[in-house]
């Protein structure tokens, strides 16, 4: 049973680019949580998702930022034209049911050029 | 007020000594509780959940949890260098979870 993966694990865009970062979860699971986390900073959540639902989207940025967990596919979250202040890591974590323990991609690194 | 607050550290603690992490959250209906490792440059992992009040151990670590007290720690005993890190709890809250900015530790040979 592989873990959560995600791809690519390095993502280096120009500022006015478009950045697409993808997440698959554990087998099973069903509940898919993003998380943003700058250089020497914690996680901060983004945004939680169960299959084709957006369930809390409180974390994103209300410009630019969208998310989705399709009925077949990976999880996307898509950063339209992207600047600097984009550059961090992104985790995705995913888990079976609610109230269950969250497991974690190994994150994509975006940095913005 | 955030959610769950944590000392971002450092804490230093020599080779064989008991750290002591702790986190207070905001929202008396939490209900699970997560304690997560991150290395520099690595992806959090989990060693601990509770759920209960009271002590729950697993080998080395020890997490506690106050539910009056809003409030969960984490001991690691005998602690050793390979236990420097970044520790984060997390709050699971309508299965939203919440982390701390985490406690970075280290432990010193």
């Known amino acids: 049973n592989a873990g959560v993966m995600q791809n690519p694990r390095h993502l280096v865009r120009r500022r006015g680019q478009e950045a697409r970062l993808r997440c698959s979860p554990m087998?099973?699971?069903?509940?898919v949580y993003w998380y943003r986390q700058l250089p020497e900073e914690g996680l901060k959540f983004m945004v939680y998702?169960?299959?084709?639902?957006?369930?809390?989207e409180s974390g994103m940025p209300k410009e630019r930022f969208s998310a989705e967990f399709p009925k077949e596919g990976p999880s996307i979250l898509r950063i339209q034209q992207v600047v600097r202040g984009d550059s961090a890591a992104y985790f995705c974590a995913s888990s079976e049911t609610m109230n269950t323990e969250a497991f974690f991609g190994q994150g994509t690194r975006l940095t913005v050029v | 007020q955030k959610e769950v607050e944590q000392n971002s550290g450092p804490l230093s603690v020599p080779e064989g000594a008991i750290a002591s992490l702790n986190c207070t959250y905001s929202?008396?209906?939490?209900?699970?509780f997560f304690w997560y490792r991150q290395y520099s440059g690595k992806s959090p992992e989990l060693i601990m959940f509770?759920?209960?009040?009271g002590d729950k151990e697993d080998g080395r670590f020890t997490a506690q949890l106050n539910k009056a007290s809003q409030y969960v720690s984490l001991l690691i005993r005998d602690s050793q260098p390979s236990d420097s890190a970044t520790y984060l709890c997390?709050?699971?809250?309508?299965?939203?979870?919440?982390f701390g900015s985490g406690t970075k530790l280290n432990v010193k040979p």
């Open positions: 929202d008396r209906g939490s209900q699970s």
């Open positions: 998702l169960q299959k084709e639902n957006i369930i809390d």
């Open positions: 087998k099973g699971h069903s509940h």
């Open positions: 997390a709050v699971d809250n309508f299965n939203k979870f919440y």
């Open positions: 509770i759920y209960s009040n």
